[in-house]
């Protein structure tokens, strides 16, 4: 686990207690979220302080820059939050938040304990499946760098997890990380970063002299969720890599080096990884996603983005597709639009469910009404489903998406009759079940 500074994080490792205006500071580490070291605490006097551009950047070397064993067991674990009522937080006031977790009383005592240690108070995770918590913290300071926080991950036993629990045992991890991390064609997160340096951010530049980062490496977080996992890698204020530049995060500015990079993690190496990349091919006027899941197995992603391709051409009238993941499945939607990748362009854009699989073995399986609520074909009272949220009703003849209409209040969704047939359902955003349906000579687009 870390405990950060924003604009110019001061990252600490484990064990090191620093007071920065009056707050209190513990390292911790959390995707997507959070992570954290075990190992012996970093004396406090090499925090901030420059290391050589070689071998030695927080204990780095030839070795364990490249042999690393993962220690996350051996099966796949859960990315999927567990549902709201199974997560419980209660206000106390002064003394904190009450955390519960159906089920989960080791995890929800991890919690607890993790942020009494690094606040003082225990609080609530953010995200939370059955293997896994995410857990965070911020606040303001009044001198720089203006913000102070830490994160977290912790296991379903109520340990804090280090780099190596998010990876299978013995998976050399570390190889994967340093050579991908800082590679534009491997990491597309990477690439997105450092196209910042074209617009008008000077402090994106690539990386000077970048030996590696060690297998114990203490300095990042994780982000969990039904796409899989993302690794955020932090370079503390300082680091040899990167240099310092002028943060206008508040009065007055202040120079940090401090640097993130995402990397998403693929399904083979990591029991928390699903989907690695996403990124975008065009045939002709089409623009639709490729994806990686697995490092060392080609013949895996060959057979999704196969599926994929296989399903864009069955779609000649849909020039845009996208994917969504959730309930271990990959979903395929098509749509109209002038932009593929324009969200503002896209907003009255019917969704079409064109292929849906279940992950790693890929096999069709799509969702159904059965996945809906119960009581889907009714209008139920603000606060339930449908939301009204990104709800949208379409002419069911029509030739395109122009005269689709956003839905603007709850009442304009009628009740559906027993004729109403449910075309697609796959899971949106917020988790939502989102269903396409149509009734009459309606189509409607609504979010459960």
Not at 184 to 199: F, I, S, T
Not at 424 to 440: F, H, K, M, S
Request: proline residues 8%; charged residues 15%; contains cysteine.
């Amino acid at each position: 686990m870390f405990t950060h500074s924003s604009a110019g994080f001061t990252r600490l490792s484990a064990g090191v207690v620093v007071i920065i205006t009056g707050a209190l500071a513990l390292s911790g580490c959390d995707l997507i979220p959070g992570s954290g070291p075990t190992s012996p605490a970093t004396p406090e006097a090499t925090v901030g302080t420059s290391a050589p551009a070689d071998y030695g950047y927080y204990g780095s070397t030839p070795e364990n820059t490249t042999q690393s064993s993962g220690t996350g067991g051996k099966t796949q674990l859960s990315v999927e939050a567990l549902p709201k009522d199974q997560v419980h937080c209660q206000d106390l006031g002064d003394a904190g938040w009450e955390f519960t977790i159906d089920g989960q009383p080791a995890m929800a005592k991890g919690v607890a304990q993790w942020f009494t240690q690094q606040t003082g108070k225990p609080q609530c995770a953010e995200t939370v499946t059955k293997d896994i918590a995410i857990v965070s913290w911020g606040a303001t300071t009044a001198t720089p760098p203006y913000w102070i926080g830490g994160d977290g991950a912790i296991s379903a036993s109520g340990a804090v997890m280090t780099l190596s629990d998010f990876f299978y045992d013995s998976a050399n991890y570390i190889d994967y990380i340093n050579r991908t991390l800082f590679d534009k064609a491997a990491n597309p997160r990477y690439a997105d970063w450092l196209a910042g340096a074209d617009e008008g951010r000077p402090d994106r530049v690539p990386p000077t002299s970048f030996t590696g980062l060690p297998n114990d490496y203490p300095y990042f977080s994780a982000i969990v969720g039904d796409a899989g996992l993302i690794l955020s890698f932090t370079f503390p204020d300082g680091n040899p890599f990167f240099p310092a530049t002028s943060r206008e995060s508040g009065t007055p500015p202040f120079s940090s080096s401090e640097t993130t990079i995402d990397l998403g993690i693929p399904a083979d190496l990591s029991p928390f990884g699903r989907i690695a990349t996403i990124t975008w091919k065009t045939a002709g006027a089409t623009t639709y996603p490729e994806v990686v899941t697995n490092t060392t197995d080609a013949s895996v992603d060959a057979k999704i983005n196969g599926l994929i391709k296989a399903a864009v051409d069955a779609h000649p009238d849909l020039p845009c597709f996208e994917v969504s993941a959730g309930k271990g499945r990959l979903a395929l939607i098509g749509f109209q639009a002038p932009s593929c990748l324009q969200g503002e362009e896209r907003k009255t854009a019917m969704l079409h469910l064109a292929g849906q699989w279940r992950f790693g073995t890929w096999a069709d399986d799509p969702m159904t009404a059965a996945d809906l609520p119960a009581d889907w074909r009714t209008v139920r009272a603000e606060g339930g489903g449908p939301t009204i949220a990104g709800a949208l009703v379409c002419p069911a003849n029509r030739k395109t998406d122009e005269s689709c209409e956003h839905l603007t209040d709850q009442a304009d969704i009628p009740p559906f009759s027993n004729q109403a047939k449910v075309q697609g359902v796959w899971l949106g955003l917020g988790n939502r079940p989102t269903a396409v349906i149509t009734d009459g000579d309606k189509d409607y687009l609504l979010s459960y």
